[in-house]
């Protein structure tokens, strides 16, 4: 299947580059970090370490790669070749999203946070392709690294603040259905977890179909003709 070749080479990408020796970097220092703390401050931290690195950091990478792929020329290629808008999009959110989860998992095994293994992967791998998602999306239509960095910055506040709120005891019932408080809720194990898993999914789907929208556009704009 073409995906699964997009896939490797997105890995492949990303290995070559140094995102995987950024992100084993960071996991060190966050368990080094958590170990150093209270204990009774480290479920709290733990948490809001794996919302903004592992989950969340799937947004500025995504950016990266996309801004260095327009400034090679990949997407050039790619408009008037055989792989589909929805293909490009599914890789680029896996091939984050796996590593993101791994080193959720680790820093969640390090600080021995994880009640359900089950709901914390998936709160972490959803979480993940939520931010990737928007973080293609905003990328599809700028041409520079300081053009993304701005262009995210109310992504980022409408996501993370409520959802850090959230973390800290701010907890009326009707944020459940943000995006970003599912993903606490879930990684905690919370009492809302099912209704959480049900409403990330769609937020993902939601997010998945209007970048898939986007990033047609974008290749056809190059002379993609592809549905």
């Not at 480290?42 to 903004?52: D, G, K, P, S, V």
């Not at 995210?152 to 973390?167: F, G, K, L, R, S």
Request: proline share 5%; aromatic share 10%; glycine share 8%.
């Amino acid at each position: 299947m073409r995906i699964n070749v997009l896939l490797i080479g997105d890995i492949r990408f990303q290995f070559k580059y140094g995102f995987y020796f950024l992100y084993l970097i960071f996991t060190i220092l966050y368990i080094g970090l958590l170990f150093a703390l209270p204990e009774s401050w480290r479920e709290q931290a733990a948490i809001l370490m794996i919302f903004t690195d592992p989950a969340a950091m799937g947004l500025f990478f995504m950016g990266a790669i996309v801004l260095f792929e327009k400034g090679e020329r990949v997407l050039d290629s790619l408009a008037i070749s055989p792989v589909r808008p929805i293909e490009y999009v599914v890789s680029k959110l896996l091939s984050i999203a796996i590593i993101s989860t791994v080193v959720g998992l680790l820093i969640g095994l390090g600080s021995g946070i994880i009640t359900n293994p089950l709901l914390f992967i998936i709160g972490v791998f959803l979480g993940s392709c939520l931010f990737s998602a928007i973080g293609l999306l905003i990328a599809s239509n700028i041409t520079t690294l300081n053009q993304f960095i701005v262009a995210t910055i109310p992504a980022e506040i409408i996501i993370n603040v409520p959802a850090i709120a959230y973390i800290f005891g701010l907890k009326p019932s009707l944020m459940i259905v943000h995006p970003g408080v599912c993903i606490i809720e879930l990684c905690q194990n919370g009492d809302k977890a099912l209704p959480a898993t049900f409403i990330l999914i769609l937020w993902t789907i939601l997010s998945v179909l209007l970048t898939h929208r986007v990033v047609t556009g974008s290749l056809h704009s190059l002379g993609g003709v592809k549905p």
